[in-house]
Nanobody
Framework: QVQVVESGGGWVQPGGSLRLSCAAS????????MGWHHQAPGKEREWIAG???????NYRDSVKGRFVISRSNAENTVYLTMNNVNVEDTGVYYC?????????WGHGTQVTVSS
């Protein structure tokens, strides 16, 4: 069974920074890709960043240049460093692990951006 657990959410002021973590555990053969989705209040969940097994990163335009996704292969952990946040970044951040043709989701971590 695969588990994905996010941490690091909380409150941050506009223009500030926050780092989210996502740890995958359990039995799986390989790290195909991991990444993050964001669900703003009253809106649908949308993909914002991903990192592949070879280290290739991709970002949604709305976070490009502000957010950085990185990983620790040894720990099966990915991080999302959120810089220069704004109120539109408020919401729940969900981590996913894609491996063996299946997607595994975490339960999400709340980020609130306000002054």
């Amino acid at each position: 069974q695969v588990q994905v657990v996010e941490s690091g959410g909380g409150w941050v002021q506009p223009g500030g920074s926050l780092r989210l973590s996502c740890a995958a555990s359990g039995t799986f053969d390989s790290f195909d890709s991991m990444g993050w989705h964001h669900q703003a209040p009253g809106k649908e969940r949308e993909w914002i960043a991903g990192i592949g097994s070879g280290g290739t990163t991709n970002y949604r335009d709305s976070v490009k240049g502000r957010f950085v996704i990185s990983r620790s292969n040894a720990e099966n952990t990915v991080y999302l460093t959120m810089n220069n946040v704004n109120v539109e970044d408020t919401g729940v951040y969900y981590c996913y692990l894609w491996t063996g043709g299946s997607t595994h989701w975490g339960h999400g971590t709340q980020v609130t951006v306000s002054s």
